[in-house]
């Protein structure tokens, strides 16, 4: 059909999901503990980098890019998501 139509895909809409990790990067002087003024230098505090996972979904047709979203997270993608 392609061959015989050089519009055939141009109507057609297709997609892909991916998992994505988000990590908080705090700057450094939000993990620095304070020691006080005889204590010897400022110690960074050791904490674990909050991570999110979600989902990044994509759109696209023959000319490109549709549509982008990130579902919240927990969530995947199925038919009550996008209808």
């Excluded at 939000?30 to 050791?46: D, F, L, Q, T």
């Excluded at 759109?59 to 919240?72: A, K, R």
């Amino acid at each position: 059909m392609a061959d015989q139509d050089p519009n055939f895909l141009k109507p057609i809409v297709t997609g892909d999901e991916i998992w994505c990790l988000w990590y908080d990067t705090e700057g450094k002087s939000h993990n620095i503990e304070w020691r006080g003024p005889v204590s010897p230098k400022s110690k960074k505090a050791r904490s674990e980098k909050p991570c999110i996972k979600t989902m990044l979904v994509v759109f696209f047709d023959s000319e490109g890019l549709v549509h982008t979203e990130f579902l919240p997270e927990g969530t995947t993608l199925n038919a009550s998501t996008h209808v």
